[in-house]
């Protein structure tokens, strides 16, 4: 339990990544954003049966994290955290889809299977690709360039400070934790009798807490505005950024691509 | 030069529980004054420093910084001129860097952001924190945070520093780096804490909190010599003035 300390430690990694200085992270933060939003729009396009054909979309984050300089340990954590959640999504669809789909030697991949790994896949895609813009671009920037996007100020600013806040009340139960664990000897695990209590705790110190950096801010004149030191304008390489992926995207949404390039190894054409 | 002075009058404060932390206090700080607030735990000195830059509002009474009267209009402005170290520095310094922390203030005010990193850079060089600059401020040590917390308070340029027990949690060496930087400062200072020895060194005026109220406000040295009045406001007279029981123990 201690040891959820240096777990959000290392939660604050991705904004430490973001302070870099990588040609990915000098990109004007709309162009990422745009073309990140893109990326999740073609993903999440595939049918429900696409499986092999998801493939090359993995060249984007892969090419990204390497282009960016972004340690693969901590990508893959964080998405590896997430994991509970598309597993309760996708676990019925073997139960429930039980019509044969393709086989492997002797095995018969049922289609309830395929459409699992798909979600699978496609869940992974999401969010290393959005865990990639925020370790690249930094959610102040991404906040800046959505208001200069004209998404509305009020959802930006709940975004920023849902982000915010995330750190405060992660900050606050670890803290709660420690408490509790160096005080409770015997015990694995948190019991279920505590659990009400502490959340209350937790919920209440959170909020006070949160209100104190509220007032913090308020009190170096923040009004809602995002100000950044840094604003890197739109140039031609943006441009060509955005153009050049989503033109890969699409190629990879239309044709599939693995199907193709095992027929031009085996020379079917 | 009027446009600095505080002026307090009456105020009372309670917050939603009905806790009266507040109750029917007047105060008056001189432009250039350096003022300690002391008094026990719980005696009202953070809702009182609160009142000074907006962040609570009496429940009756007037508090005026310089010209204006506090209210929601003139809130922007005094937020300027007013400069709010606060208690916790964890609470204050919530960029993901030192150094865009400390250029929040100065953006937030409109200064284009050649500006506002010089207004930065100044700032952490007065501090003697420059060389932190790229570093997240949660993986500071206690006195680097206390530094960093004061220089983006400073980095808005404000006549009143308005500080929180800046001295709690500090090593002897950090606290008397502390002392030396504010000692340096030619604002109006307002200094709520328990370190009577920093109030020595740093502060000619003392006011004394007990309950929500002033029960005394003088001359620090003077107020210090007063026995009853310490106790009264659960306090304990400087070290530095007690006779030292080592070198000279009493006469039992
Ligand atoms: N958020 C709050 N809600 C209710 N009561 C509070 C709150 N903050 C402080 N108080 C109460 O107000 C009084 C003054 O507190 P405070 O100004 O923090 O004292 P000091 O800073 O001198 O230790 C105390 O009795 C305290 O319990
Ligand atoms: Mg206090």
Redesign the pocket.
């Given at each position: 339990m201690i040891n959820l300390h240096s777990r959000w430690m290392d939660l604050r990694r991705l904004d430490e990544l973001a302070a870099n200085d990588t040609e990915i992270h000098r990109l004007n933060p709309c162009t990422k954003i745009v073309t990140t939003a893109i990326f999740l729009i073609v993903v999440a396009s595939f049918s429900k049966y696409e499986l092999i054909s998801l493939f090359p979309l993995f060249l984007y984050p892969l090419t990204l994290m390497n282009r960016a300089a972004l340690p693969f340990s901590v990508i893959a954590k964080r998405v590896f955290a997430t994991m509970p959640f598309v597993l309760f999504i996708g676990i019925f669809n073997p139960l429930l889809d039980h019509t044969p789909g393709f086989q492997v030697g002797p095995f018969l991949i049922s289609n309830g299977w395929i459409s699992f790994f798909s979600i699978l896949l496609r869940f992974i895609l999401a969010v290393t690709s959005a865990l990639i813009l925020v370790a690249t671009t930094g959610m102040d920037k991404i906040g800046s360039a959505l208001l200069r996007m004209h998404v509305p100020k009020m959802f930006v600013i709940q975004l920023m400070f849902m982000y915010r806040y995330l750190y405060v009340l992660l900050d606050e139960l670890s803290r709660t934790l420690l408490a509790y664990s160096l005080r409770s000897f015997n015990e694995t695990g948190l019991p279920f009798r505590v659990w009400g209590p502490m959340l209350g705790q937790l919920l209440l110190r959170t909020i006070d807490r949160a209100q104190r950096i509220y007032q913090a801010m308020l009190c170096r004149g923040f009004s809602g505005e995002v100000r950044l030191l840094r604003y890197n304008a739109l140039a031609k390489k943006d441009i060509a950024y955005c153009l050049g992926w989503s033109a890969f995207f699409l190629a990879a949404r239309i044709y599939n691509i693995p199907q193709w390039l095992g027929a031009l190894l085996i020379g079917r054409y | 030069m009027s446009h600095h002075i505080i002026e307090i009058k009456d105020i009372e404060y309670m917050?939603?529980?009905k806790?009266k932390?507040l109750d029917g206090l007047s105060l008056r700080i001189l432009h250039g004054e350096a003022v300690a607030i002391v008094?026990?735990?719980?005696?009202?000195?953070?809702?009182?420093l609160s009142h000074l830059i907006g962040v609570l509002i009496p429940s009756s009474g007037t508090v005026r910084i310089g010209d204006y009267p506090l209210n929601k209009e003139t809130l922007t402005h005094i937020r300027r001129s007013v400069g709010m170290v606060f208690q916790n520095s964890d609470d204050q310094l919530f960029m993901p860097t030192v150094f865009d922390d400390v250029a929040f203030g100065p953006l937030n005010m409109g200064l284009p952001p050649e500006e506002a990193t010089q207004r930065a850079l100044d700032a952490l060089k007065t501090v003697d924190a420059v060389h932190l600059k790229d570093r997240p401020p949660y993986k500071l040590s206690g006195g680097q945070k206390r530094s960093v917390a004061i220089a983006s308070v400073l980095s808005m340029l404000p006549d009143i520093l308005v500080m929180?027990e800046p001295s709690a949690g500090l090593d002897p060496y950090c606290r008397r780096q502390l002392i030396t930087l504010l000692q340096s400062f030619k604002h109006t200072k307002i200094i709520?804490t328990h370190d009577l020895d920093l109030v020595i060194d740093l502060c000619e005026r003392t006011v004394v909190?007990s309950n929500?109220k002033i029960i005394a406000d003088g001359p620090t040295l003077q107020i210090f010599n007063d026995d009853v009045l310490l106790q009264k406001g659960r306090l304990e007279k400087p070290l530095r003035m007690q006779g030292c029981p080592i070198c000279k123990p009493a006469i039992r």
């Open positions: - | 917050y939603p529980d806790t932390a008094g026990a735990n719980g005696a009202g000195k953070s809702t009182l929180d709520a909190l929500g």
